[in-house]
């Protein structure tokens, strides 16, 4: 299912947006001309990894400095040791939109 996130124009390059929807929360982030959607939840410790900070394509976990690749939600520094749920995203007339059905 195709969901509807944001506009291109809330996301600023180097920060993650919250999107709160009804079963989910998602992190939106844009990288220079990619646009990456995480579920916004630390699978260390379950915060929110939209208040982390974002350093190229890696967001990190404010809590305990846990890293994640954006492209493919997998952890890349410790202490999280399982991934994060990635959904593909795609843009339309400046609306980002993502495929939210294998969540
Ligand atoms: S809660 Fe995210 S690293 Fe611990």
Same mark, same amino acid.
């Given at each position: 299912? !195709? ?12 920060? $993650? ?9 998602? $992190? ?14 630390? &699978? ?10 974002? &350093? ?9 400095? !846990? ?12 202490? $999280? ?8 995203? &795609? ?6 939109? $993502? ?5």
């Amino acid at each position: 299912m !195709s969901v509807r996130l944001c506009t291109l124009a809330e996301l600023k390059d180097g920060e $993650a947006l919250r999107v709160e929807l009804d079963d989910i929360d998602v $992190a939106v982030v844009k990288v220079h001309d990619e646009v990456f959607a995480v579920e916004d939840v630390c &699978s260390h410790a379950e915060v929110p990894l939209s208040q982390g900070e974002v &350093s190229g394509c890696t967001i990190e976990c404010e809590l305990h400095g !846990s890293r994640f690749d954006l492209r493919t939600g997998k952890p890349t520094g410790p202490p $999280a040791t399982r991934p994060v749920p990635v959904f593909e995203t &795609s843009v339309i007339d400046g609306v980002v939109y $993502a495929e939210l059905e294998n969540k």
